[in-house]
């Protein structure tokens, strides 16, 4: 197999060294040369796929849902949601490269066989996912962008949101879990302009899913003594 810095196939080269800080160990290697090959979702990137022609998703789903997880970390979450629901397929999507390997090592030690990867950006993604092609979506502790001069970088906004409203199935969820009280004001203010509806009480946030599974940028929050809030929304 190449290693080469152009070949698609490999797209942790690309990154490997050019975002800074992020240094992988030789097990996380490994695990990014063997098993992401076979993982990954193909197609994705600009330079696979320059004439950003849709994904054959039905092939993908072959009959099962497809449930989409941006920003997932180190994927905690998404394996557990792919272990308790084996009848899913799940696409998985994170431009941190250590993260996309701490989920292969999950996904190699767990047996786990119904999660894709895209290792890159959330928006190359919707490019070339069909209309109507989701059934849930998770966006956990997005970035949270603090400086207000940021807040437009933030992921509930309509650079993100209008695609992600196309892609998602009428009357599927959207969950978005922040710790961060001017996020939740945003969140609140730009995903129903997008064409969502809440279903919580906007001031009654605190109640996690009853399948929740803690995420790692959780456990930090929590251990900061800042409070999670649970938003679930119904696409239109
Ligand atoms: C604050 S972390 C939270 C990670 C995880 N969801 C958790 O709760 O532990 C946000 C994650 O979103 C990822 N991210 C940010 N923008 C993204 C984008 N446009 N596409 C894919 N992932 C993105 C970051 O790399 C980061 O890992």
């Known amino acids: ?62 009959g099962n849902p497809v449930w989409l997880e941006v920003g997932f970390g180190s994927g905690e979450h998404l394996a557990h949601q792919a272990k308790a629901n084996p009848d899913v397929l799940f696409i998985g999507c994170e431009i941190y490269i250590n993260g996309v390997a701490a989920l292969l090592g999950k996904i190699r030690r767990e047996g786990i066989s119904n999660i894709v990867i895209h290792a890159g950006d959330a928006r190359d993604l919707f490019d070339v996912l069909p209309a109507n092609s989701l059934d849930k979506m998770f966006l956990l502790y997005p970035d949270p962008w603090p400086k207000a001069r940021h ?14 409203a196309e892609k998602l199935k009428p009357g599927k969820e959207f969950r978005v879990a922040t710790d961060i009280e001017d996020y939740v004001r945003q969140t609140l203010e730009e995903v129903p ?19 929740w599974f803690s995420t790692r940028y959780e456990q930090k929050a929590l251990r900061e003594g800042r409070t999670p809030h649970y938003m679930t929304f119904i696409r239109n």
């Open 193 to 211: 302009r997008a064409g969502f509806t809440l279903t919580e009480q906007p001031d009654d946030l605190g109640k996690a899913w009853d399948d």
């Open 151 to 164: 807040h437009r970088r933030r992921f509930v906004t309509p650079e993100h949101l209008d695609p992600l």
């Open 1 to 62: 197999m190449s290693t080469s810095d152009k070949d698609p196939a490999t797209p942790w080269r690309n990154f490997y060294g050019r975002i800074k800080g992020q240094s992988l160990n030789a097990r996380q290697e490994q695990d990014l040369e063997d098993l992401l090959p076979s993982v990954r979702l193909p197609n994705v990137t600009r330079e696979e796929n320059p004439d950003r022609t849709l994904l054959d998703i039905e092939a993908l789903r072959d």
